[in-house]
């Protein structure tokens, strides 16, 4: 990448984290009495258990604390911290002396209370998420930035705005979709700039968004899913009062959940058709889209398969669950929330094999082709081109013009 065009991203970079951390200002519109209180580190001293109760695998009952504050204003402070357990496995945890808890910290009639939440990780999660960026750095210079940055980007455009509108009563297929498009072009951008690479990924990823988009829509109705089998529907119908379009939110999860790999599948065909026209510019323009159809199959075999494992990696042990309960086939493929999981791939892999295609015809039609350009190779210096060698001496007997 030359200055001008690191210059211009690194720009582009700084232009997008400002506008993030503005967001990430926004007030948090849905907070409750509960949300003020403070939260802060507490290391456990002592343990009591007398009051737990095995429940077959799970307790239930409750675990008796001495913990210390380690942060914050009572920085220093020991008191008794309660840990109730229902019997929950995917909620329950229980602590051991020297763990460090998140607790909320309070005083209350003159004495500290506090209640815990969760074992400390967030610590942690700094760190990993810190290698993470030294990595993306490392290895990808200015674009490993931008790849950074529209990380956090997307992660505060789906917590500040999207999700905000959703609590809202906002159309849930409407507000997912306007932001996988939003979040497309940014990522697009901070990747390959205003470039013609990022205009081709740019127009075959939404091409192929497009296509999830009407599927989804078609298809949720057809199999008769009404995303009553989303992870925490219930509580959230009862927290909005019903108000939540449970089958409209299942239909934008799924083309929120299968947008990046429609972007990273017209990137590749992008980048790749740019390389093969950039060392050989008088390639004409059917033979470069047969190029960019060749690598669009290529990353396509693998890409639909990235999106099955993906899917049943998450869901393993629930088929764990139905493969040792001997459970057919036909039951398991009939039931809604199998069926739900089966057509978020099923959708997503359609999205692929439209933008595969259609990336590669867009790339063919965007990058100038014009016969006896010269390849935009940089020459090294104190190198003469070589001159072309001359014809090959006429044979004897052959006929001289």
């Known amino acids: 990448m030359d200055r001008k065009k690191r210059r211009s991203a690194l720009i582009i970079c700084a232009v997008m984290a400002a506008v993030s951390a503005l967001l990430l200002l926004l007030p948090d519109r849905f907070l409750t009495q509960y949300s003020l209180i403070p939260?802060?580190?507490v290391r456990i001293d002592t343990v009591d258990n007398t009051a737990l109760y095995p429940v077959g695998i799970v307790y239930t009952g409750a675990q008796t604390c001495r913990v210390t504050v380690l942060t914050g204003t009572y920085a220093g402070e020991s008191a008794e911290a309660g840990n109730y357990l229902n019997s929950a496995l995917?909620?329950?945890k229980l602590f051991t002396a020297g763990d460090v808890?998140?607790?909320m910290v309070q005083r209350s009639e003159g004495a500290l209370r506090i209640t815990l939440i969760d074992?400390?990780?967030a610590g942690t999660e700094l760190w990993i998420l810190g290698a993470l960026a030294l990595g993306l750095?490392?290895?990808g210079g200015v674009v490993g930035s931008g790849a950074l940055v529209s990380l956090a980007a997307s992660a505060v455009i789906i917590w500040k705005l999207l999700i905000p509108?959703?609590?809202?009563?906002v159309n849930p297929v409407l507000a997912s979709l306007v932001t996988v498009l939003a979040l497309t072009a940014i990522i697009d951008v901070l990747v390959a700039g205003f470039t013609r690479r990022c205009a081709v990924a740019l127009l075959g990823s939404l091409a192929g968004t497009a296509t999830t988009f009407l599927l989804a829509v078609l298809l949720t109705g057809v199999l008769r899913l009404d995303g009553g089998d989303i992870p925490y529907v219930v509580p959230l119908l009862a927290q909005s009062s019903m108000t939540v379009d449970t089958r409209g939110l299942f239909v934008g999860m799924m083309f929120i959940a299968n947008s990046g790999a429609l972007m990273d599948l017209s990137m590749d065909i992008s980048v790749a058709?740019?390389?093969?026209?950039?060392h050989c510019p008088t390639l004409a323009p059917r033979e470069l889209l047969k190029?960019?159809?060749?690598v669009g199959r290529g990353v396509l075999g693998t890409m639909a398969t990235t999106l099955m494992l993906a899917y049943s990696g998450n869901y393993l042990s629930m088929l764990m669950y139905f493969a040792g309960q001997g459970t057919p086939i036909g039951d398991i493929v009939n039931l809604k929330y199998v069926a739900s999981q089966l057509l978020n791939t099923l959708v997503g892999s359609f999205g692929l094999v439209a933008t595969a295609p259609l990336s590669a015809l867009i790339a063919a039609a965007v990058y100038p082709r014009g016969a006896g350009r010269r390849a935009n190779v940089p020459q090294r210096r104190g190198v003469r081109r070589l001159a072309a060698p001359p014809p090959a001496p006429a044979e004897a007997g052959a006929a001289v013009p």
């Open 39 to 41: 939260r802060e580190q």
């Open 90 to 92: 995917d909620k329950d």
């Open 101 to 103: 808890a998140y607790a």
């Open 119 to 121: 074992h400390y990780r």
């Open 137 to 139: 750095i490392g290895f």
């Open 165 to 169: 509108l959703l609590l809202d009563g």
């Open 273 to 278: 058709c740019e390389e093969i026209h950039r």
């Open 291 to 294: 190029s960019g159809l060749t």
